[in-house]
Structure formats: C-alpha cells, structure tokens
C-alpha cells in the first residue's frame, strides 16, 4: 500500500473508502462524494491509475480532499492492513462502496478455473474482505453507510459472462444478508443493482473464445444510449440511495423488468437467455484473453467504432482509455 501527499485529515468532514475507485462508476462514485462533502479515500491495484485519477477528481473539483491507496481488494491481509491504517491515520470511515471487478466476456468452451478465481476474487471475496473489518467499526460507533455494487447479472445471470454472473449473484446474497443483520444498528447496506450504463468498461473488459467477435455484440451493448445508462447519472442515484441508507437501489427500467420478469417467469427468462447464448459466437477452446482495447484494434471494424462511439467518449472521461 501507498499513498500520495495529501492535506492533514479535517476529522469534522466525514470520511468514504471507495474500492475499485481508479476509473469507471468507482471515479464517478469518489466525485459524487467529494461533492456532497466527505474525503474520499480512493484504492485500486494499479498506482498508474489511482494517480490519473486522483488527478482528474482534483482538476474537477479544485482542492478535493483525496488520498490514494494502492491495493488488491482480494488480498484479504493486504486489505485489513488498509482498513486498519486508512482509520488510524484518517479517521473512522464513515462511507464504504464496493466497486471492483472486470467483466470477462466469453463461451462455457473458453471458461477456465483462473476466469472463475479473478471474478470471485474481485467481485464476492473482495466485498467481504473490505466489510468484515469496516463494518466491525461501524457497528462499534452506532452509525455508517455500507454500498456494494452488484450487476443485474447478479440478479438475471446474462449469457457469455458466466464467471462474473456467478460472483454477482453472490455479492447480491452478500450484501442483502448484511442489510438484514444490521437492522436496528445503526449501519445500513445498500444492494446496489446497476443495468447496463455507459462507463466505458468495455474498454477493460476482458474477452477469450473467439475474443474479436465476442467484443462485436458486447461492445455496442454497453455503449447504445437506449439500452444502456449515463454513468454520471447513475453515480448520483447510488450514492443518493446509499447515504440515504436504502435497502436497494435498481438502475435502468430494463433491470427493473428483467428482475420482476425473471421472478415471475423464470422459465421463459431462461428459454430467451438461452436463445440468446445460442446466437451468440461459440469457440472450439479458451484461446488468448483480450482487453477490449485490443480486442477492437483486432476487430478493426467501422460499423463497431460506430455503434461504440459513446462508450468510447466515456471511455475517456472516466479513465477507461489509456
């Protein structure tokens, strides 16, 4: 772990961990609270990153009370460390959103074990790595907000995204399971159940199988304005419901149907998804995993760059694109 030079604490202002917060919804997360008043701790693996970000929340909002943490929300002892010194050093955290993940894109046929650890590493482990030390704290001082962001895929499990699915579905049960032990505590937990909004995360996401062709439909699915949500508008909507301390907070109408539809009618939800799968490019094996970035330059096709205009866009504001 390390940190930039930062300000002494002003413990009269409280004090938000951001995990995952070096780009995407976890930067426009860190400025939505910065807005609102708090210091904002923000931490991911790669210090490059935290930098630029850190950087862009400041440029933004001249004299943002940020401190950078370098570290792997899935190691467990790194990530007590952190908890233990952001507080000795900061203050009580008082706000913690949950953000970190990446989005494997691919095949049952191109799925391997190491798909399955990194999704369940970053998206289920490391909420419970970072919750279990915070929320002792919070329950210790009666009162703090705690917001995991969890996928519709958490709900409605999409096809080709298997791994990630898996480790949404088990953050949602996480996180709904928190909220029930800490009725009457104090200390709220906000389900956070986002659709498809546009952060630019096709960028970073990762693609195996025949990984090109994979990133043709994903690419455009997570950047149409239709289909998909204006990331800063979605930032303002999580962190309104998790200082509020709601229960859940489900964003876009088409992860409100795809929830009640799937719970009405799980067999039909299936038979789509299903259909759905069997349109979708098969592969013979897992074959190399691409970034997006890469995957696009491979693809080399107009009419995608098109239809990934406004991801792209995004892409660039958010810290996405290199």
Same mark, same amino acid.
């Given at each position: 772990?390390?940190?930039?030079?930062?300000?002494?604490?002003?413990?009269?202002?409280?004090?938000?961990?951001?995990?995952?917060?070096?780009?995407?919804?976890?930067?426009?997360?860190?400025?939505?609270?910065?807005?609102?008043?708090?210091?904002?701790?923000?931490?991911?693996?790669?210090?490059?990153?935290?930098?630029?970000?850190?950087?862009?929340?400041?440029?933004?909002?001249?004299?943002?009370?940020?401190?950078?943490?370098?570290?792997?929300?899935?190691?467990?002892?790194?990530?007590?460390?952190?908890?233990?010194?952001?507080?000795?050093?900061?203050?009580?955290?008082?706000?913690?959103?949950?953000?970190?993940?990446?989005?494997?894109?691919?095949?049952?046929?191109?799925?391997?074990?190491?798909?399955?650890?990194?999704?369940?590493?970053?998206?289920?482990?490391?909420?419970?790595?970072?919750?279990?030390?915070?929320?002792?704290?919070?329950?210790?001082?009666?009162?703090?907000?705690?917001?995991?962001?969890?996928?519709?895929?958490?709900?409605?499990?999409?096809?080709?995204?298997?791994?990630?699915?898996?480790?949404?579905?088990?953050?949602?049960?996480?996180?709904?399971?928190?909220?029930?032990?800490?009725?009457? %505590?104090?200390? %709220?937990?906000?389900?956070?159940?986002?659709?498809?909004?546009?952060?630019?995360?096709?960028?970073?996401?990762?693609?195996?199988?025949?990984?090109?062709?994979?990133?043709?439909?994903?690419?455009?699915?997570?950047?149409?304005?239709?289909?998909?949500?204006?990331?800063?508008?979605?930032?303002?909507?999580?962190?309104?419901?998790?200082?509020?301390?709601?229960?859940?907070?489900?964003?876009?109408?088409?992860?409100?149907?795809?929830?009640?539809?799937?719970?009405?009618?799980?067999?039909?939800?299936?038979?789509?998804?299903?259909?759905?799968?069997?349109?979708?490019?098969?592969?013979?094996?897992?074959?190399?995993?691409?970034?997006?970035?890469?995957?696009?330059?491979?693809?080399?096709?107009?009419?995608?760059?098109?239809?990934?205009?406004?991801?792209?866009?995004?892409?660039?504001?958010?810290?996405?694109?290199?």
């Amino acid at each position: 772990m390390s940190s930039l030079p930062a300000a002494p604490p002003d413990p009269s202002v409280p004090l938000a961990l951001v995990m995952g917060a070096s780009r995407g919804l976890g930067l426009l997360l860190a400025e939505q609270l910065l807005a609102r008043g708090h210091r904002v701790v923000i931490v991911s693996r790669t210090r490059e990153d935290l930098e630029t970000a850190a950087d862009l929340l400041r440029r933004r909002q001249p004299g943002a009370p940020v401190e950078v943490r370098v570290c792997d929300i899935a190691d467990r002892e790194a990530v007590v460390a952190l908890v233990e010194e952001v507080e000795d050093t900061l203050g009580p955290v008082e706000v913690l959103l949950t953000v970190a993940g990446t989005i494997q894109v691919g095949p049952v046929s191109a799925v391997t074990f190491e798909h399955f650890d990194e999704a369940l590493g970053g998206m289920l482990h490391g909420p419970v790595n970072v919750t279990l030390p915070v929320v002792e704290r919070m329950r210790g001082r009666g009162h703090g907000r705690i917001g995991t962001i969890t996928s519709i895929g958490g709900k409605v499990a999409p096809p080709h995204l298997w791994p990630y699915a898996t480790a949404k579905h088990g953050a949602v049960g996480f996180s709904e399971g928190l909220s029930a032990e800490l009725a009457g %505590t104090g200390v %709220t937990a906000t389900t956070v159940v986002p659709g498809l909004m546009r952060t630019g995360s096709h960028v970073r996401a990762t693609f195996t199988g025949r990984a090109e062709h994979e990133y043709a439909w994903f690419g455009p699915a997570a950047s149409l304005p239709l289909i998909t949500m204006d990331a800063r508008r979605a930032a303002r909507r999580i962190v309104t419901g998790v200082l509020a301390g709601d229960s859940h907070v489900v964003l876009t109408p088409l992860a409100s149907v795809g929830i009640r539809v799937n719970g009405l009618m799980p067999r039909l939800t299936h038979r789509v998804l299903g259909i759905g799968a069997r349109l979708l490019p098969d592969a013979a094996g897992p074959g190399p995993t691409l970034e997006g970035r890469v995957a696009a330059r491979r693809l080399d096709s107009r009419v995608v760059r098109a239809l990934t205009v406004l991801g792209t866009r995004a892409a660039r504001r958010n810290n996405e694109q290199p």
